[in-house]
């Protein structure tokens, strides 16, 4: 008779919430995308409703929302280039740990210097 399962597989470690990250970063980016094709694809169709989708990119809101966008990619970027070192090198696996905390201090030095300009940018700081 088989033994039932007393636990859960993910058990919360770095490399589990890295993989969730990483994939929440790529669909996120991923719908970006989808949206700002079809928003350039409206200056084709009606340049009145080109100017009036990116009259609304101008708002607090927006900048925040670009924000988001920065710190998605920037550790999509940094957390990919992490798994390329842990599936290619021997001590990759080893490592991982130390690497997925790598990349996060790596994308809070990126994020603490583009948060501020950002937001200087935007409230005309």
Do not use: C
């Not at 409206?42 to 809101?61: C, D, H, M, Q, W």
């Amino acid at each position: 008779m088989a033994k039932a399962s007393t636990g859960t597989l993910y058990r919360g470690n770095e490399g589990m919430w890295s993989w969730v990250a990483h994939r929440v970063t790529g669909v996120g980016i991923f719908f970006f995308l989808l949206v700002h094709v079809l928003d350039t694809a409206l200056v084709r169709v009606s340049p009145e409703a080109y100017n009036a989708v990116i009259g609304t990119y101008k708002t607090p809101f927006m900048a925040i929302g670009e924000i988001a966008l920065v710190a998605a990619i920037a550790f999509h970027a940094f957390n990919g280039l992490r798994v390329i070192l842990v599936d290619f090198s021997k001590s990759g696996p080893k490592n991982q740990k130390k690497l997925f905390w790598g990349v996060i201090v790596v994308w809070l030095i990126i994020m603490i210097a583009f948060i501020p300009r950002q937001l200087m940018h935007t409230f005309g700081g």
